[in-house]
C-alpha cells in the first residue's frame, strides 16, 4: 500500500498518492471520509486541464457525501500534477495549441491499462467496499475515458460524462461502439454547444446504448457551455445552476447504482 501525506480536513480526509502502472508511476489525490468506512470507490478522470485545485474540489466534495475518490493525473508519464505553472485559457492560441499538444500524449493506454490500474488500486485500499460497485465519472476529455473505463469490469456500478468528446466518432474504436461491454448506468450530460456542432452524436449514443440494454439517461442541457461543470473555468463558460443541477444528478445515479 502506498504511503499516504495525510492532509485530513474535517470530514474529509485528503492523500496524494503515487500508484503504479503497467507503464509507469501515476500521482493522484484520493479523497474519503474521515469516519469509519468503508465507502463506494469512484474514479474521477479530469478534463484536459488536468489534476489541479478545481478537481480536488471535486474529489473532496464528493467524499463528503460517502465514497472514496480517486483523481488521476492522466498526464503522470509526461508531467506531474499540476501540469501547467499557470492559468490557461484554451480560447487563447498559444495556450489552446499547448494543451492539445499534452492531450495528443494519450491513447488508448490511458484509458484501458492505466484505468484497470486504477480500479484495481481502488479495490486494494481499506476505505473502499469492495461489496459495493464503483463509479466512474469524467469531464471533456474524460468522458470517453469513463466509457472506456467503465467497459472494463463488471465492477463499474454507474458511469458519468459531463459536457465529454468525443463519445461518438468515425472511427473504430469510438467509445459508443463499447456499449455491449458496459454493465454500468450511464448518465451523459451534453453541453448545448457541442450539441449544436453535432446533433446526431447523442441519437447514435442513445441507439447504441438502447440495444445493448445499457440503462441511460442523455440530457442536452440548454444554454449550457462546454465545461460548464468546472469551476476554474471563464465565468462565460463555468455555469452555477446547470452544475448543481449535474451534481444532483450524479448523485442520484451514484446512491441508486453503487450497491
Not at 58 to 73: F, I, S, T
Not at 88 to 107: C, H, Q, S, W, Y
Not at 211 to 239: L, R
Request: charged residues 25%.
Amino acid at each position: 500500500m502506498d504511503d499516504y501525506s495525510n492532509r485530513a480536513a474535517g470530514a474529509v480526509a485528503e492523500h496524494d498518492v503515487e500508484l503504479k502502472t503497467p507503464t509507469g508511476t501515476a500521482d493522484a489525490a484520493f479523497f474519503h471520509p474521515s469516519g469509519n468506512g468503508p465507502w463506494p470507490g469512484v474514479l474521477l478522470w479530469p478534463d484536459a486541464f488536468g489534476l489541479r485545485p478545481a478537481m480536488r474540489d471535486m474529489g473532496r466534495r464528493l467524499a463528503a457525501e460517502g465514497y472514496a475518490v480517486l483523481v488521476p493525473n492522466p498526464f503522470y508519464r509526461t508531467r506531474k500534477a499540476p501540469v501547467f505553472s499557470r492559468p490557461m485559457d484554451f480560447t487563447v492560441p498559444a495556450d489552446r495549441e499547448e494543451i492539445m499538444k499534452l492531450v495528443g500524449t494519450l491513447n488508448q493506454d490511458t484509458a484501458f491499462t492505466d484505468g484497470g490500474a486504477f480500479l484495481a488500486w481502488l479495490d486494494q485500499q481499506p476505505q473502499v467496499n469492495k461489496r459495493a460497485k464503483i463509479g466512474v465519472q469524467g469531464y471533456c476529455m474524460g468522458g470517453p475515458l469513463t466509457i472506456r473505463t467503465a467497459s472494463l469490469s463488471e465492477r463499474v456500478g454507474a458511469g458519468a460524462s459531463f459536457h465529454g468528446g468525443g463519445l461518438v466518432t468515425q472511427a473504430p474504436d469510438s467509445p459508443h461502439l463499447l456499449a455491449p461491454k458496459l454493465k454500468a448506468e450511464m448518465l451523459i450530460a451534453v453541453a448545448a454547444n457541442d450539441d449544436e456542432r453535432d446533433p446526431q452524436a447523442k441519437v447514435k449514443l442513445k441507439e447504441a446504448f438502447d440495444a445493448a440494454k445499457v440503462k441511460n439517461k442523455i440530457e442536452v442541457y440548454n444554454g449550457a457551455q462546454h465545461g460548464w461543470c468546472v469551476k476554474d473555468m471563464a465565468s462565460s463558460i463555468y455555469n452555477e445552476a446547470a452544475a448543481e443541477k449535474a451534481w444532483a444528478e450524479l448523485l442520484a445515479l451514484y446512491k441508486r447504482a453503487l450497491l
